[in-house]
């Protein structure tokens, strides 16, 4: 089976940093992909990991541990426009066209 | 401009009635998804395609249909069958067979029964 595990919900202060975490138990791995939705709107792409490790892009970073079977994205100094809801998705079959499999996402609120 | 269009936006539909929701890309991406996100709930999936002529059940594919006659176009049917097709349905696509590559989202469309 496939499962796919994040916290409901997460409120953090703006300028703070953030962590969100996902944990995943798929048949097979072959990639972790990280969105952020606005309320009504498609997700967009934030990160992707395959390998062990963190990966950096601006405020954003994402972490992989395949041997855990989790991961976490890491907000640095919020904004108020990072409240959104965020989507953890897994690759789990071997063709790069297999498709995601996504969490339930977590609804970030940045407050004042 | 390359990109995913779904419509129409926002549909409602009578108990009992099919409907039918367009995707069209004009990137040339060989796979095409079909995913259903209801309130407060990630994406499951419904269908996809990664060729022309040929598409795949995926998670929630009951009371849903799909064709794939055009590399261009993946329409989603809901039909009677489906009880509770109130949702926000989006249409995805993805370049090629590299591992690493995201899917590519449409719009989304809202579907609503009255």
New interface residues.
């Given amino acids: 089976g496939q499962n796919i595990d994040q916290p409901t919900e997460m409120t953090a202060t703006e300028g703070a940093i953030v962590q969100i975490n996902c944990t995943y138990q798929t048949s097979g791995f072959n990639g972790l992909f990280w969105y952020q939705q606005h309320a009504g709107e498609a997700p967009t792409f934030l990160s992707y990991n395959v390998l062990d490790g963190l990966e950096e892009k601006g405020r954003f970073s994402s972490f992989l541990s395949r041997s855990k079977g989790y991961s976490y994205l890491l907000l640095k100094e919020l904004q108020m426009k990072d409240s959104a809801s965020y989507l953890c998705a897994v690759r789990d079959g071997r063709s790069g066209n297999t498709p995601l499999v996504f969490g339930k996402g977590t609804r970030l609120s940045v407050i004042a | 401009d390359g990109g995913i269009t779904q419509s129409p936006k926002y549909l409602f539909r009578k108990e009992g009635q099919n409907v039918t929701l367009s995707c069209e890309q004009n990137l040339n991406h060989?796979?095409m998804?079909w995913?259903r996100q209801d309130p407060?709930?990630?994406?499951?999936?419904i269908y996809?395609s990664?060729i022309v002529n040929d598409f795949q059940k995926?998670d929630i594919a009951e009371g849903y249909s799909v064709s794939r006659e055009k590399k261009e176009s993946f329409p989603l049917t809901v039909t009677s069958a489906q009880k509770n097709p109130t949702a926000?349905y989006?249409c995805a696509s993805?370049p090629?067979?590299?591992?690493?590559?995201?899917?590519y989202?449409?719009?989304?469309s809202w579907l609503t029964v009255v």
Wanted: glycine residues 22%; charged residues 20%.
């Fill in positions: 060989d796979a998804y995913y407060g709930q990630g994406l499951r999936l996809y990664q995926g926000f989006l993805l090629d067979r590299t591992v690493g590559n995201t899917i989202f449409g719009e989304g």
